[in-house]
DNA sequence: TCTGGGGTCCTGTTCCGC
DNA sequence: TCTGGCGGAACAGGACCC
């Protein structure tokens, strides 16, 4: 979906329609969630810190993020791909990947889609179309918005030979950077790169990933339904915390939030984690796992607590998290009772 | 310029039991 | 009784994605 949390708020603030609008919380820590292409001429992109998009587009109109109601649009989004009768794996609320290899002419089939969205839900999206969900995935940004953008292999490999390595999905700006230390800067480049040495730089699994990726290769599926593997509450402070107190009725708040997020799903973990970031944005995690799985407040903030004391942060503190993993195996039996060692784990 | 929140996956290390 | 090797689980951190 093409700005999707900002399209989806104009269609309750018509009146806003053409104007940079910028979708953000409101903290003096805040990031911009999305920015309207209005908004993006002036160089305001997601992630960007919100007192900096301030600076960029002051005239912007700014608006809290109100993820329930994108859930409910993105509902409807999914439940019209759902017609297509296919295979399909939501990667969040604006973005899926549809398994069409069984559809006799998945062209006309995505036209009809997108047309749909457009006539049905007013909203606006984009669509790659490939032989992988790597190629599908890259088309699908290459003319967005309203993108409809179908590629070979070959022909992806051919056209994106001159973009930056940036444009795959999965190479970051770490990967991009340490590329770029060796003088491979485009996709061409790293084309010419041979397995050997990109695993001699970046290891088994990551070089090989790299130079599959550069060729556009990519043999996964698409993969309809995946069991979640944690969940997590996190604050950013608006001005760090250095009372240790202040810090333990934070985690026993998350907890209390984690806890019903959990109990709503059914899930419950073994593994329960603290995450602490220092105003200087040295973070550490710290996890422990006990002998059951649990959603209970008491538990989760107890370890939380626990966690904490034995780690305590050595700056002031600007950002919190409890998580719990550690979650029943797929269609794994109810594990056999074990004592609860909270103190000796 | 000063960096959110919610996730996944991978790697390297350490610990422990056999 | 001590030592060594091995494998799995747990843990910490980092890169990345939307």
Redesign the pocket.
């Known amino acids: 979906m093409d700005a999707f949390y900002v399209s989806v708020e104009l269609l309750r603030h018509p009146e806003l329609v053409g104007k940079p609008v910028i979708v953000s919380?409101t903290g003096?820590?805040?990031?911009v969630?999305t920015a309207s292409y209005e908004a993006r001429k002036y160089g305001v992109g997601?992630?960007m810190?919100a007192?900096?998009a301030r600076?960029l587009c002051p005239d912007a109109v700014w608006l809290p993020p109100d993820f329930a109601y994108y859930r409910e649009v993105s509902r409807k989004v999914m439940a019209l791909m759902r017609e297509l009768g296919v295979p399909i794996e939501p990667?969040?609320?604006?973005?899926a990947y549809l398994d069409l290899s069984s559809v006799p002419d998945p062209v006309a089939r995505m036209s009809d889609l997108v047309r749909r969205i457009r006539e049905e839900l007013r909203l606006d999206a984009s669509v790659g179309i490939g032989p992988n969900k790597l190629v599908a995935?890259v088309a699908s940004d290459a003319e967005k918005p309203r993108g409809f953008v179908v590629l070979t292999r070959e022909q992806a490999v051919e056209r994106f030979k001159d973009a930056p390595v940036?444009l795959?999905?999965?190479?970051?700006?770490?990967?991009?950077a340490k590329l770029n230390g060796y003088g491979v800067k485009t996709l061409g480049q790293l084309q010419r790169c041979t397995v050997e040495g990109l695993i001699e730089r970046f290891?088994?699994?990551?070089g090989r990933m790299l130079h599959e990726r550069a060729h556009f290769r990519d043999d996964s599926p698409v993969t309809p339904h995946?069991?979640?593997?944690?969940?997590?509450?996190?604050?950013?402070f608006d001005t760090d915390i250095a009372d240790r107190g202040r810090m333990e009725e934070v985690l026993a708040r998350q907890a209390e939030r984690l806890s019903g997020?959990l109990r709503k799903r059914d899930l419950a973990g073994?593994?329960i984690?603290i995450k602490v970031r220092h105003d200087?944005?040295t973070?550490?995690?710290?996890?422990?796992?006990i002998g059951e799985r649990t959603n209970d407040p008491e538990v989760i903030a107890a370890v939380a607590r626990q966690l904490l004391r034995e780690?305590p942060p050595k700056r002031p503190v600007?950002?919190l998290?409890v998580?719990v993993?550690?979650f029943a195996e797929r269609g794994a039996a109810e594990e056999p009772a074990t004592p609860t060692l909270l103190e000796s784990?």
Do not use: M, W
Not at 168 to 176: L, R
Not at 226 to 236: C, D, G, H, M, Q
Not at 283 to 289: E, L, P
């Open positions: 919380g003096p820590r805040a990031v969630t997601s992630a810190p007192s900096r600076r990667v969040s609320l604006d973005e995935k940036r795959i999905p999965g190479i970051g700006p770490k990967t991009a290891g088994e699994t990551h995946r069991e979640a593997k944690s969940r997590s509450v996190e604050t950013t997020e073994r593994t984690g200087d944005f973070t550490y995690t710290r996890v422990r796992s780690n600007r950002l998290g998580r993993a550690g784990g």
